[in-house]
């Protein structure tokens, strides 16, 4: 989904997305262009259109949808029909600063098997995957006119109600802007609706986006069935690796059929080569570093593709010969691959019984409470769908029925958090829900924070090391010493030790743990990933583990079959001779060791750093084992960086819950202003910004621009010998900066031309930095093993396409040969790094591309990696191939900037989250108790929840007031 803004949103809008995305030149009419490409005409859609005209003059759905009509609706505010003002006239501007929106443009895309088969097929099957198509999209638009077109009505828009139903046009498009096939229908929704009484308002925007992946995952699902009824196919998830969701395809298309029609256009790397070799032609040597990204300036503009729109004739005559090339076979041959399913009989709502309801609630529940810590209605509605989306229903009301079961039946087994709100003010969908397991996970968390143990000894022994300690603590600063005096004292099991990037945390623990080990007992060092830890095991001196090796090794998968292999070798020794059971009793004892080295001892220290990235069931996992053991755990990190990708919150509650152990003091920035300013940033504050602008921090422009600046700052920092960062907040981003160096290493002959496709889908040769994605420890190296974040450069490319590779820091010469396979799914270029990836990292420079939706807590993460140096280049445009919609006019950098601010993803815990809606009840602790957190396979359905509920009632809506 993407707003449409007054002014140039609408102009978008008509020369774009009702003009097949390409951009038709001023003064042209829609109808011509209609008539010359063959193209369809846009159509209206919604029940709202029943408001507009009169008794004479009325728009039906499915009516064309005219420019003068698109005009009156989308850029004025008016009806088509009578020229009436429908409600309010839109504003130029909103506040002086943002645009006044006009409308929401929602882009229902087929699943790319699903195109090729409609681009590919002969006319009669086309025609029925297009209609197949147009039905799921009705039904989807129905379901968001019904659950999600809401209004806003009472002082400040208080109370939330239903509408007369949406104004909206509807836009077919065929293809990419690269040309692929690419079956897909804008839905430009009018910013005006009809209230119950008539009066025409804005409609709710909030509820438009909670429900957009919902309303998504319902047209995937209404396809798949649509098709099923229709076609002998059948669909399936194809796995694209750890880190992406399983795409769900249509069997019997090839994955290379659809990587091919899948390409980004690479005209401008062609056009690079041959500016290159035509260079070297004309000059007798290769250009220069400046002469190369002055040339990829010019090139990437002139060679940016434009949206050429043709009859569909063409581009399906076009698509035929090229599958033609690829395959060698006639394109319906091809096609008549995924039509060889039988059809199956689809499924009523009541076919689905409750066994298999159960086995989907509980996935659902796994699901979403992996994801997250507190979710709402729409979240359980989408990840309904997601699971279920295998089952082939019978229609969309089918279909319907079951999202609705499903959606109840898991609310009523989870703990709704805000049942004390007024309902005429809560959004549709927006009621808070979290597990009985994750609460009772925070609440081992907070008990271990406020309970007093033994573990540094009872008050009378207290003093005496605390005299000790003073000795470790000399060449600290005041409050790194101060915080280890406190970690010290406090005598709880949990305990945060919390401080802003560049504090000297780790300056502080390598103090701390020299003290602990000679006066306590001993530590272990842990940390959410492996380049942390080993981060970590470098600062101090010992070696470090991820949280998820402890957790498999102690009380996960490794022990358990440590557990197993000692009770089959026990048969061994009381069935065996002598010698047989000799070796047996051997074989325990060797895996009872192995189990001890991974059990706490009394009064050991366990230090989590990072803590901020590590999710909370790993952390209760941890802290149950220290009470068990008579451990302490120490909580490292800063709670307004990055948090955690799985469900989060714990340790920023433990931190806004104190009392914390907390660094004041800066000590990683050369520039004294850059220290003040990163304390600003942190903490959201405006004063931040200025501070940065006035010493030339932020540079704006055009989306190329701004890349090729940061990526000619980043090589230009490495050619002075300084270690410098290239990053950005999204991985689309990193994706164009390693393209661009990749091209630019060919270009000056630092890279070889062939190469292997990595899993990023770029092609990396002889010379190329890249990336690993996945820890290996059969890999193994003089530093440990291949670790997920290492960097490395490529020195060999073998013909089985593994790579030979040495570590990029130039920390020794050694090479180690990454497998052809796990080059495929685990290794990307490694020039440029998410700002996810670079949280922990200290370098010289850093160079981040900011774009609007990134959160202030990356760009906090992005500015405080560089001891000297930290710049930010503000994307004000971006350009999209695939026909996505601007936002208006350029916004200005501190524009930008300033929502970037605005926006944070700072995940809440559900306990604060129950406190926030149930001020002075706490959570019934009898209840939690009964359900002690205990680590276990998942997915289970949880029990009944604590605290108020509501009753079961399976026949109500699950998405409404």
Not at 599 to 625: C, G, K, M, N, Y
Request: proline letters at 5%.
């Amino acid at each position: 989904m993407h707003k449409l803004t007054a002014g140039d949103g609408y102009a978008y809008l008509t020369r774009h997305v009702a003009a097949g995305d390409a951009g038709l030149e001023p003064g042209r009419s829609l109808a011509g262009y209609y008539e010359q490409t063959g193209n369809p005409a846009g159509r209206w859609y919604g029940d709202g259109l029943t408001g507009l005209g009169d008794a004479a003059r009325r728009l039906h759905p499915g009516d064309v949808v005219t420019e003068q009509a698109m005009t009156a609706v989308f850029r004025d505010g008016l009806d088509p029909l009578t020229e009436d003002a429908l409600g309010r006239a839109y504003s130029r501007f909103d506040d002086g600063k943002r645009h006044a929106v006009v409308g929401y443009d929602l882009t229902f895309t087929a699943p790319k098997s699903a195109s090729v088969l409609w681009a590919l097929a002969d006319d009669a099957t086309r025609a029925i995957v297009y209609d197949a198509h147009r039905a799921a999209l009705a039904s989807s638009l129905e379901f968001l006119e019904q659950r999600a077109i809401r209004t806003r009505t009472g002082e400040g828009g208080r109370y939330q109600v239903r509408t007369r139903g949406m104004v909206a046009a509807a836009f077919d498009h065929w293809d990419t802007r690269a040309g692929d096939p690419n079956l897909h229908t804008h839905v430009v929704i009018a910013n005006k609706v009809q209230g119950p009484d008539g009066v025409w308002r804005s409609v709710d925007g909030k509820t438009v986006h909670a429900a957009t992946v919902t309303i998504s995952e319902l047209y995937d699902t209404l396809l798949a069935d649509e098709l099923a009824r229709r076609l002998p196919v059948a669909w399936s998830r194809r796995d694209r690796g750890p880190r992406r969701n399983p795409a769900f395809e249509l069997e019997g298309i090839p994955d290379d059929v659809l990587a091919h029609f899948s390409a980004r256009s690479e005209q401008i790397h062609c056009a690079e080569q041959d500016w290159a070799a035509q260079f070297l032609a004309t000059h007798g040597h290769e250009p220069s570093r400046v002469e190369i990204t002055k040339a990829r300036q010019f090139l990437t503009r002139t060679t940016r593709p434009p949206k050429t729109v043709r009859p569909l004739a063409d581009l399906l005559a076009e698509w035929a010969n090229r599958a033609r090339a690829l395959t060698g076979m006639e394109p319906r041959d091809l096609a008549a691959r995924a039509l060889r399913s039988d059809y199956g009989r689809a499924l009523h709502a009541h076919d689905v019984g409750p066994e298999v309801k159960a086995a989907i609630v509980a996935q659902m529940l796994a699901d979403v409470s992996t994801k997250r810590s507190v979710w709402n209605t729409w979240n359980l509605a989408a990840e309904a769908l997601r699971v279920s989306k295998p089952l082939r229903m019978a229609s969309p009301a089918q279909r319907r029925t079951l999202l609705n079961s499903l959606t109840v039946q898991a609310a009523d087994v989870c703990v709704h958090l805000d049942d004390t709100r007024d309902p005429t003010t809560r959004r549709v969908g927006e009621n808070l829900y979290t597990s009985v397991e994750l609460l009772a996970a925070e609440k081992v968390l907070l008990d271990a924070s406020e309970a007093v143990t033994a573990v540094v000894g009872d008050q009378r022994h207290r003093p005496v090391l605390m005299t000790r300690l003073a000795s470790h603590l000399d060449g600290l600063a005041p409050d790194q010493a101060a915080a280890a005096r406190a970690v010290v004292a406090s005598g709880h099991t949990v305990d945060a030790l919390v401080g802003p990037a560049g504090s000297g945390k780790t300056t502080t623990l390598g103090a701390l743990t020299a003290f602990w080990r000679g006066n306590v007992g001993p530590f272990v060092a842990l940390a959410p990933s492996a380049t942390a830890a080993h981060t970590l095991s470098r600062a101090l001196g010992v070696d470090c583990e991820t949280t998820a090796k402890w957790l498999y090794e102690t009380s996960g998968d490794g022990a358990r079959r440590r557990a197993q292999r000692v009770t089959e070798l026990q048969q061994v020794v009381t069935g065996g001779d002598y010698a047989t059971a000799s070796a047996a009793r051997q074989a325990q004892w060797d895996l009872v060791v192995e189990q001890r080295r991974w059990a706490l001892a009394p009064r050991q220290l366990v230090i989590v750093d990072e803590a901020s990235l590590a999710h909370t069931r790993a952390l209760a996992d941890l802290t149950l084992q220290a009470q068990a053991a008579g451990a302490k755990v120490l909580l490292v990190g800063d709670h307004l960086q990055r948090g955690s990708v799985d469900a989060g919150g714990a340790f920023a509650m433990l931190a806004r819950r104190g009392p914390t152990a907390e660094l004041t003091s800066l000590w990683r920035f050369a520039n004294p202003w850059e220290a003040r300013a990163s304390l600003e940033l942190r903490h959201g504050r405006p004063s931040a910004l200025d501070a940065y602008a006035a010493h030339g921090a932020f540079t704006a422009g055009p989306q190329d621009d701004m890349l090729e600046g940061a990526f000619a700052a980043v090589a230009d920092a490495r050619g002075r010998g300084r270690t410098a960062v290239l990053q950005a907040a999204d991985n689309r981003t990193v994706r164009e900066l390693n393209t661009r160096a990749h091209a630019n290493g060919v270009l000056t002959g630092t890279v070889s031309r062939d190469g292997v496709v990595l899993h990023d889908g770029l092609t990396a040769g002889v010379g190329d930095r890249i990336v690993t994605r996945h820890n290996n420890r059969r890999l193994v190296t003089e530093s440990g093993f291949v670790r997920n974040g290492d960097l490395w450069d490529v020195t060999a490319i073998h013909p089985d396409g593994s790579l030979r590779v040495r570590p990029a820091d130039a920390s020794t010469t050694a090479t180690v040969r990454l497998p052809a396979a796990y080059v495929a799914e685990h290794v990307e270029l490694g020039y440029a790094t998410s700002t996810a990836r670079s949280q922990g990292m200290t370098v010289d420079e850093t160079h981040t591309i900011a774009v609007p939706g990134m959160a202030r807590e990356d760009l906090y993460v992005a500015m405080s990696r560089g001891r000297h140096h930290n710049h930010t280049y503000v994307v004000l445009d971006q350009p999209d191939p695939d026909c996505l919609p601007g936002h208006g006019a350029p916004a200005t950098a501190r524009e930008v900037l300033d929502q970037i601010l605005a926006t944070t993803h700072t995940e809440r815990s559900a306990t604060e989250t129950w406190e926030t809606f149930h001020p002075g009840t706490p959570l019934d602790a009898d209840a939690l108790e009964a359900f002690m957190y205990r680590p276990s396979p998942r997915p289970s359905v949880p029990p009944s929840a604590p605290g108020p509920r509501t009753a079961p009632s399976h026949d109500r809506d699950a998405i409404e007031i």
